[in-house]
């Protein structure tokens, strides 16, 4: 079973102000309405994919267009399945999951590679390695492919609590003290790394444990992207913890309470975070002591964050992207994207953001103080 991770079961989102900050004028640059907006969408939208100069969007229907920075459109093509999370890319190849429970490897042209079943859905992008392909599905399994032959290698499973937040992690290549592993979160609140050639555990680390009298009250998803700094982690769970680990052997070097779905975004500044009432938290690196919050977006199920030089921006579900001083957590404009809203994460591309909503419009938006 799974709930979805709404930041608050009962709680009333906070409502905007009629006059919406102005500080900074967000500004529509080019955006194209992609698909059918009334088309079933039984996985929703997903956020488009940048690689080099241009974005790769896939349509909860199958369809996937190309997008370059100065808004030239291209379809590729249509998959032929609904596709279940954002796609992975390199220069040659993408990776497609679909409604089926398969894993696909194509061309840029959308020329099939090989197909390989993996019996569950996957709701979170592939990670791409030189000879291997890793994918999370919604049943907790972590799976490795050969990239080439599509062969499935192994596969990873831990035991799963009766209900789990809708989601997974996503893994991510890290270099441990017994070789290469993928780390990734776990709806039991453990996080784990996995040796890339058998899948056998380096080391886990168990973030929280669940408690309270009901199943609800017992979630402790790691359903967020673990951030990467290279000899260390970053990694949260919901009704649980933040913790820093270090990638060689797994040891917490640094621990504070912050439950959230979402992943940790960092700069030279500081630490960023949206907590599951959809606070926003800036962090010192250094201790973790909160350097700032901005509770203006209570409950109202905010996307991942976005760091640009000055800026913080995110979107919420109601379809409205907001634009916030880094510094200080100041709220300084917001604008209405999407009349039908949006689940999906805002996208750093050129000197904007991409934003796919729920109509399927894919917009470049500009900040200007």
């Given at each position: 079973?799974?709930?979805?991770?709404?930041?608050?079961?009962?709680?009333?989102?906070?409502?905007?102000?009629?006059?919406?900050?102005?500080?900074?004028?967000?500004?529509?640059?080019?955006?194209?309405?992609?698909?059918?907006?009334?088309?079933?969408?039984?996985?929703?939208?997903?956020?488009?994919?940048?690689?080099?100069?241009?974005?790769?969007?896939?349509?909860?229907?199958?369809?996937?267009?190309?997008?370059?920075?100065?808004?030239?459109?291209?379809?590729?093509?249509?998959?032929?399945?609904?596709?279940?999370?954002?796609?992975?890319?390199?220069?040659?190849?993408?990776?497609?999951?679909?409604?089926?429970?398969?894993?696909?490897?194509?061309?840029?042209?959308?020329?099939?590679?090989?197909?390989?079943?993996?019996?569950?859905?996957?709701?979170?992008?592939?990670?791409?390695?030189?000879?291997?392909?890793?994918?999370?599905?919604?049943?907790?399994?972590?799976?490795?492919?050969?990239?080439?032959?599509?062969?499935?290698?192994?596969s990873f499973q831990d035991a799963e609590p009766d209900l789990t937040l809708t989601g997974t992690s996503t893994p991510e290549l890290i270099n441990t003290n017994q070789g290469p592993a993928v780390v990734t979160g776990l709806a039991n609140g453990k996080l784990v790394a996995l040796n890339v050639v058998d899948g056998s555990v380096v080391w886990e680390y168990r973030i929280t444990r669940a408690s309270g009298k009901t199943e609800v009250s017992r979630l402790v998803d790691v359903d967020a992207q673990v951030t990467n700094l290279g000899d260390r982690l970053i990694a949260t769970a919901y009704q649980g913890d933040?913790?820093?680990?270090?990638?060689?052997?797994?040891?917490?070097?640094?621990?504070?309470?912050?439950?959230?779905?979402?992943?940790?975004?960092?700069?030279?500044?500081?630490?960023?975070?949206?907590?599951?009432?959809?606070?926003?938290?800036?962090?010192?690196?250094?201790?973790?002591?909160?350097?700032?919050?901005?509770?203006?977006?209570?409950?109202?199920?905010?996307?991942?964050?976005?760091?640009?030089?000055?800026?913080?921006?995110?979107?919420?579900?109601?379809?409205?992207?907001?634009?916030?001083?880094?510094?200080?957590?100041?709220?300084?404009?917001?604008?209405?994207?999407?009349?039908?809203?949006?689940?999906?994460?805002?996208?750093?591309?050129?000197?904007?953001?991409?934003?796919?909503?729920?109509?399927?419009?894919?917009?470049?938006?500009?900040?200007?103080?």
């Open positions: 079973m799974t709930a979805c991770a709404s930041g608050g079961l009962n709680e009333k989102p906070a409502q905007l102000p009629e006059t919406l900050p102005a500080k900074v004028s967000l500004d529509v640059q080019w955006w194209h309405i992609l698909g059918d907006e009334h088309a079933p969408k039984s996985f929703g939208q997903r956020s488009p994919v940048v690689y080099g100069d241009h974005a790769y969007v896939g349509l909860a229907q199958g369809d996937i267009f190309k997008i370059d920075l100065s808004g030239n459109q291209t379809r590729l093509g249509t998959h032929g399945y609904r596709i279940t999370a954002p796609l992975s890319l390199n220069k040659d190849q993408m990776v497609i999951l679909d409604e089926r429970g398969m894993v696909s490897l194509a061309d840029l042209s959308l020329q099939l590679q090989w197909s390989t079943p993996l019996n569950a859905l996957a709701t979170e992008p592939a990670l791409m390695t030189e000879n291997r392909i890793f994918v999370q599905t919604i049943d907790g399994r972590v799976n490795a492919i050969e990239r080439i032959t599509g062969r499935l290698l192994w933040l913790i820093v680990v270090d990638t060689a052997t797994g040891q917490v070097l640094q621990a504070r309470e912050f439950s959230t779905y979402r992943s940790i975004q960092v700069d030279d500044r500081a630490w960023y975070g949206v907590n599951a009432k959809s606070e926003i938290v800036a962090m010192n690196p250094s201790t973790l002591e909160q350097q700032w919050l901005n509770s203006d977006f209570t409950y109202r199920q905010l996307s991942e964050l976005v760091v640009t030089d000055k800026y913080l921006a995110v979107s919420d579900v109601a379809g409205y992207l907001h634009v916030l001083d880094k510094s200080t957590g100041e709220w300084l404009g917001s604008r209405h994207i999407d009349y039908r809203g949006a689940k999906t994460d805002p996208v750093p591309f050129g000197d904007g953001v991409l934003m796919q909503g729920h109509s399927t419009r894919v917009k470049l938006v500009t900040f200007n103080q």
